[in-house]
C-alpha cells in the first residue's frame, strides 16, 4: 500500500498498518487537516455539547460523547440506538462539518473502501482515565460501509481485537492525527481503548478526542 497521504501534505510519512482483511492503521493521515477537524469540533460542540450517557446497566460512561450528522449514537437505560435529535437540546444534531465527511472519504478510500459517505460522526471526548471497553460497531444498519476512527490530541492504547471476543486484543499507540479504518471481514471486529494517561497536547490540552464516523442509516 502506498505510503503517500492523499492530502499532498509534503514531507516523509511512516508507513500504513495493516491490521487484518479491510482494516488499516493510517499514521499521522489526518494530521494536515487537525486545525480544521478542531474548529469544526468547537461549532458542533456549542450546538450540542459532550454529555456523559448512562448504559442500560445504569453506568455513567467515562468518555464524554456528541455527535454530528443525520444522527447520533445514543444510550441510555432502554439501550443503544441512533437517533436524528439530540435528547439533551430537543434539536436535531449538529450537520456534519464539511471537513469532516471529506476527511473520512479520503482516509476510507486510502483504506480500500471508496465511496465513504458517513451520516453519523460520534464525537469522543477521553479526559485521564476515561476508557472504552471492547466492543464491536453493530448498531449500523449497513454493515457495508466501513468504519473511520480518527485520534485527536493525547496518544491512546487502542485495543485492536479480532471478530471474535476471544481473540486477544493488540495494543496499539494511536497518536494524534492517526486514522484507523477497518471494514470488510473486519468491520465488525473488537476494539476499545485503554484507560487514558494523563499528559498535554498542544492541541487539545488535558484530553484525547475521538471522530468516529459511521453509515448508520
Ligand atoms: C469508538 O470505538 O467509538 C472509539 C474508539 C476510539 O476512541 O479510538
Ligand atoms: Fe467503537
Not at 444510550?75 to 465527511?101: E, K, L, N
Not at 479480532?162 to 473488537?190: I, K, Y
Amino acid at each position: 500500500m502506498s505510503a503517500a497521504s492523499g492530502t499532498g501534505a509534503p514531507g516523509p510519512r511512516r508507513g500504513d498498518l495493516e491490521l487484518g482483511p479491510g482494516a488499516v492503521l493510517l499514521h499521522g493521515f489526518a494530521g494536515p487537516d487537525a486545525a480544521a477537524l478542531l474548529a469544526g469540533l468547537d461549532a458542533v460542540l456549542r450546538e450540542s455539547p459532550f454529555r456523559h450517557m448512562v448504559v442500560p446497566n445504569g453506568r455513567r460512561m467515562s468518555v464524554a460523547m456528541s455527535n454530528a450528522g443525520l444522527v447520533g449514537w445514543v444510550a441510555d437505560r432502554s439501550g443503544y440506538r441512533y437517533a436524528p435529535t439530540d435528547p439533551d437540546t430537543g434539536r436535531p444534531w449538529p450537520a456534519m462539518p464539511d471537513a469532516f465527511a471529506a476527511l473520512a472519504d479520503r482516509a476510507a478510500e486510502r483504506a480500500g473502501h471508496p465511496g465513504f459517505v458517513p451520516d453519523c460522526c460520534l464525537l469522543n471526548r477521553y479526559a485521564p482515565g476515561a476508557r472504552m471497553s471492547l466492543h464491536q460497531d453493530g448498531d449500523e444498519r449497513d454493515l457495508g460501509a466501513p468504519i473511520v476512527s480518527v485520534s485527536l490530541g493525547l496518544p491512546a492504547t487502542f485495543l485492536w481485537g479480532g471478530v471474535s471476543r476471544a481473540d486477544r486484543p493488540r495494543r496499539l499507540r494511536l497518536e494524534h492525527g492517526d486514522v484507523v479504518v477497518w471494514g470488510g471481514a473486519s468491520r465488525l471486529a473488537f476494539h476499545g481503548v485503554d484507560v487514558l494517561k494523563p499528559g498535554r497536547h498542544p492541541s487539545t490540552g488535558a484530553l484525547r478526542l475521538n471522530l468516529t464516523f459511521r453509515r448508520a442509516l
